[in-house]
Structures are given as structure tokens and as C-alpha cells.
């Protein structure tokens, strides 16, 4: 099964990119696509317990994460906005570095946290190591927010099954 | 869809305008990280989508361009990451109110 999976995952781009559908440029995406999946289909899907349905309810649930994410940046970017136009930027401005630990266990809900905190208002992530997250906040609030809301969000995404 | 690509296009435009000047006067090495990280990736992502509605009939580009976004959503940040810990793994010491 995680054959056809990875198979679908490669196949799929190459169609949007190759933009040709006539035999021979079809053809030759299937021959690679196939050989990749043969070989690396252990790379791509670890989980090997998750079902079909699991797999599309977790896309569902990703994709409107994203959505969320997506307001996020724009409120981070209003942030730095209005803190690097500020005629008093010294005073907005108290940069800390935060250290926190997550309770996330995953590599993927890991690194789509730390992405997550660097995209979001006035915190960029600078190291994970195991669970320890060092994070830089711009501002006091900033740093007050940390982990927040966002780390749940994940937690419900990627580390249930199902 | 025409207007409607313009519009993004020069929002864009204005949040790199921000970024480029919270670039400049951040104090900093990790403030100036804050806004070339964030800026860049809005700025892009907007002026990308602009263009699909510049382009509203080729379904095949738009989600080329899609693909570029999304790539750009994965690689922006964790660049920043990057140079954020290459920064401090090199001893670079963050600005603080009371160091002036």
C-alpha cells in the first residue's frame, strides 16, 4: 500500500509540472515515479499503522491549519510593520530569548512548530534540541504568548492516529 | 481577477517596503532576522498569487505557482532558522534596551 501512496505522491507533481500529457512524457513519469517509489517508499511513509482514511483526515486537518497559519503571517507581518515605521522603535522593541519544552514527541510536529513560531507574530525559532525549544521574541508579549495555542493546534493534528 | 492581481501585487510590494526598512533599522542581528524572515515569505507568497490572477485561464501554472508557494512556506522559515542558529552558535550577542 505505501507503494501506491508514494507512487501517487511523485506522480501527481510530475503531471502538474511536466504540464504534457501525450504517451511518451506520461509514460516516462510512471517508469520513474515507480522506480523512486519502489526504492524510497520507506522514506516517505514510517507510519505504517495509519490507515487511508486516517491519512485524508489528517490532510483535511492540515490543510486548515494552514489556513490559520496563513492569518497568522499576515498579523506578523502587520507586527514588524508597524514596530520597524514606529518612531519609538527602542522602546517596542525588548528582544529576549525564550527557552520552553514541548510536549509534541513526533519529528514532523516538531519542525511544523518550530516553522509555525518563526512565522508567527514577533518570535523566530533558533534552536530544537530533543524537546527544548530557544526561541527569540521581539517584543515582551511576544515572549509571554510562547508556546500558546499553536503547540495544541499541532498536537491534535500530527500526534493522534486516526 | 485582472484588478484583483494588481492589488495583491502592490501589497506585496508595500510589505517588502516594510521589511526592507525594519531590515535597515532593527538593531540587531536577530531583530533584522525577524523582519527579513517574516516579510519575505507574505511579500512573496502575495506577489505569486497576483500573478495567478493575472493568469486566470491556465489552470496548469496556477498550480505551478502553488507548488512555488508552497515550497516557499517550507523554505523561508527554516532558512531563518538556519541563520538564526548559525548566528548564535557563533556567539553573536542579541541587542538588549539596557545595552545603550
Known amino acids: 500500500m505505501k507503494y501506491l501512496y508514494s507512487f501517487v505522491v511523485l506522480f501527481v507533481p510530475w503531471l502538474v509540472l511536466s504540464g504534457k500529457f501525450d504517451s511518451v512524457h506520461v509514460g516516462m513519469g510512471v517508469l520513474c515515479s515507480s522506480l523512486v517509489a519502489y526504492w524510497c517508499a520507506d522514506l516517505l511513509f514510517q507510519d505504517k499503522a495509519a490507515t487511508l482514511g486516517g491519512r485524508l483526515r489528517q490532510l483535511a486537518r492540515f490543510v486548515g491549519y494552514m489556513g490559520w497559519l496563513l492569518g497568522q503571517v499576515i498579523l506578523a507581518n502587520l507586527h514588524v510593520f508597524r514596530v520597524a515605521l514606529s518612531p519609538r522603535m527602542n522602546e517596542l522593541l525588548s528582544p529576549q530569548m525564550v527557552e520552553f519544552d514541548s510536549t509534541l514527541e513526533k519529528e514532523l510536529s516538531k519542525f511544523i512548530l518550530a516553522n509555525s513560531i518563526t512565522l508567527t507574530p514577533g518570535t523566530v525559532t533558533v534552536r530544537v534540541e530533543g524537546s527544548r525549544f530557544l526561541v527569540h521574541a521581539l517584543t515582551d508579549s511576544a515572549a509571554r504568548g510562547l508556546p500558546g495555542a499553536m503547540e495544541k493546534r499541532i498536537a491534535k493534528i500530527f500526534e493522534r492516529t486516526g | ?24 533599522r532593527f538593531p540587531d542581528f536577530y531583530t533584522r532576522m525577524h523582519a527579513a524572515g517574516k516579510g519575505d515569505t507574505l511579500s512573496t507568497v502575495m ?52 545595552s545603550k
Not at chain 2, 494588481?6 to 521589511?19: D, E, K, P, Q
Not at chain 2, 490572477?53 to 505551478?64: F, H, I, R
Not at chain 2, 532558522?81 to 534596551?97: E, I, L, N, Y
Open chain 2, 1 to 24: 481577477m485582472g484588478y484583483l492581481g494588481y492589488i495583491l501585487i502592490s501589497t506585496g510590494l508595500v510589505f517588502f517596503l516594510g521589511t526592507t526598512i525594519g531590515l535597515l
Open chain 2, 47 to 98: 506577489i505569486l498569487i497576483g500573478c495567478i490572477c493575472l493568469v486566470p485561464m491556465d489552470l496548469l501554472l496556477a498550480l505551478k505557482i502553488l507548488l512555488i508557494i508552497h515550497f516557499i512556506f517550507i523554505g523561508s522559515p527554516t532558512a531563518t532558522h538556519a541563520m538564526m542558529d548559525a548566528g548564535h552558535k557563533a556567539g553573536a550577542a542579541p541587542w538588549r534596551k539596557d
